[in-house]
């Protein structure tokens, strides 16, 4: 499922990993108003097919050079929306930029998903942090 129709420079990628419960986004380059409006179309579509029963999100923005301040806000009012529609957790890969990792982590903590979300550097790296099984935290002694 691909989300944005006008160029490949600005189109987002969704998929549907639907064993794992993972919904990937790969960000374009450039994305625009009208991209990011395919977007969030297709992860409303994602979201109705997974269920809110719960799910995670990997985000990949490694090909975003950076992202408009206007275009941020949408995306935060989208993690938003996703958490109430049955966002577990989320990992966001971005490049090894200060300017990229400070815009995910604003995403992050503005939407509301940290601290269930986190920022990566590596696909694999983030992929197994969703994938792995959920531990329960030790208690404290008393």
Known sequence: MSAGSSSSAASFRVVVHEAERIIEVTYPRKPTADSLADYEAALKA???????????????????????????????????????????????????????????????????????????????????RLTEPVRPRASAPR
């Open 46 to 128: 994602a979201v109705e097919k997974l269920g809110t029963a719960g799910w995670r999100c990997l985000v990949n923005q490694t090909n975003l050079d950076v992202l408009a301040p206007e275009l941020s806000d949408r995306i935060t009012e989208m993690n938003k929306w996703a958490l109430k529609h049955g966002l577990v957790t989320s990992a966001r890969v971005v490049k090894q930029t200060a300017v990229g990792e400070l815009q995910s982590k604003r995403i992050l903590r503005e939407s509301g998903v940290d601290p269930k979300g986190r920022v990566f550097h590596d696909r694999a790296e983030a992929w197994k």
